[in-house]
């Protein structure tokens, strides 16, 4: 489902990894971890097509239309309600606005999915932005500190809609500090 071949990535003049091949198929998980500074986000941002590898190729099906990019930023607006924000991002990503309220509803956001994204907590801001993944289905989720602002039970609901994602033969590639304890996940150490 996606291959990286000899790639080599680079911020401004320093060279960040080199010679990295991956293979990933349906159904795996790969948790990507190192210090800060080390690349992960940088290779999530290469296989997005937002930074252009300095060497390698990158094989990953119809781009524009098999992945989703969470960055470790949430990307919401503040006066937008969760409710506006899940139905944009169906309508963005082609998705079935019934999927909607189920979504806010899985996040857990039912209840407050008329208020504004400047009252939510980052704990629930992260969660909003997890409803754009379930909003409009994609096979390859790529995820930067997906956990970052969630408490226990938002990262165990992370884990179950990764794991999900996986049992339809998704793929989920985490830049990550801390394990997400994905069973089966592979570790890519940069």
Do not use: C
Request: hydrophobic share 50%; net charge positive; proline share 5%.
């Amino acid at each position: 489902m996606l291959s990286l071949d000899d790639l080599a990535v680079a911020r401004g003049e320093r060279v960040l990894f080199q010679n990295l091949s991956l293979r990933v198929a349906a159904g795996e998980a790969i948790e990507i971890t190192g210090s800060n500074g080390a690349g992960k986000t940088s290779l999530l941002r290469a296989i997005a097509g937002f930074l252009r590898p300095l060497s390698g190729t990158i094989a990953v099906p119809e781009r524009s239309e098999s992945l989703h990019f969470l960055g470790h930023r949430d990307g919401l607006k503040p006066t937008l309600t969760a409710r506006a924000h899940a139905r944009f991002w169906a309508a963005l990503y082609q998705g079935d606005a019934a999927r909607v309220a189920p979504a806010l509803d899985r996040v857990g956001l039912s209840a407050i999915a008329d208020l504004p994204a400047r009252a939510l907590s980052q704990g629930q801001a992260r969660r909003l932005a997890l409803t754009r993944l379930i909003t409009a289905p994609r096979p390859i989720w790529l995820l930067d500190e997906p956990s970052a602002a969630l408490d226990s039970a938002g990262k165990a609901l992370l884990r179950d809609l990764i794991v999900e994602h996986l049992k339809t033969g998704g793929v989920a590639l985490a830049a990550l500090h801390e394990s997400l304890g994905l069973p089966g996940a592979r570790t890519l150490a940069l």
